[in-house]
């Protein structure tokens, strides 16, 4: 997609500090990534991620989920994302039900391995507690392709890491935050270089 036309054009949405965003945006600078971020759309405006997105130069806009009506969120969601390649979700807290055409074009990370720890109300450190509590070996990071579901649809790709004796949600997180920073990238790279194929619910990556 992005080699015929030049760089892939994302949109990226966020609720929280942007942090997904920033690493998306410093491996774009960094030439680690052919890629270009047409806009960042926050479901809520005292998000931090909004300042910093802004301070990095990004056109930024906030569409509030909070006292806005379903239909109207949905709908100004997907007007502000018209025109791009693709749509990733960096810490997208609200449930945006995208038109069926865009179905493999919206693509979102998780914390941890799905199905396993995901679901609504499931993120940031509630997830990382949930593996501890449940006396995990391994967590790690999903990439995944967008449905009407929170953190649902067919899986693009995962890494894993240990969990390890006396860990901590913040150790556990800090490791997985690491690999969702490899782990994103690469799947953006898959497709745009056309190598992800979707076959119903199941995705083949191309070699």
Not at 142 to 154: A, L
Request: charged share 25%; aromatic share 6%; with cysteine.
């Amino acid at each position: 997609m992005g080699d015929a036309r030049g760089p892939l054009r994302l949109a990226v949405l966020i609720s929280g500090g942007g942090r997904t965003l920033l690493n998306l945006h410093e491996r774009i600078v960094g030439g680690g990534l052919s890629a270009r971020i047409e806009i960042v759309v926050s479901s809520r405006r005292a998000a931090a991620g909004v300042e910093r997105s802004r301070a990095a130069g990004l056109k930024t806009t906030v569409i509030e989920h909070r006292g806005t009506a379903p239909e109207v969120f949905q709908r100004r969601i997907t007007e502000a994302v018209s025109g791009v390649d693709l749509v990733c979700m960096g810490g997208f807290l609200s449930l945006w039900r995208f038109p069926e055409e865009m179905y493999g074009r919206v693509m979102n990370i998780h914390p941890a391995l799905l199905p396993d720890f995901g679901g609504r109300g499931m993120y940031g450190h509630r997830v990382h507690e949930a593996v501890l509590a449940a006396g995990r070996k391994v967590s790690g990071c999903t990439v995944h392709f967008c449905d009407s579901e929170y953190d649902h649809g067919p899986i693009i790709l995962q890494r894993i890491v240990p969990v390890l004796a006396g860990d901590t949600p913040d150790a556990l997180a800090a490791r997985v935050f690491a690999e969702e920073c490899i782990a994103y990238p690469e799947a953006i790279r898959l497709f745009a270089e056309g190598r992800i194929k979707l076959e119903g619910r199941k995705v083949i990556v191309l070699k």
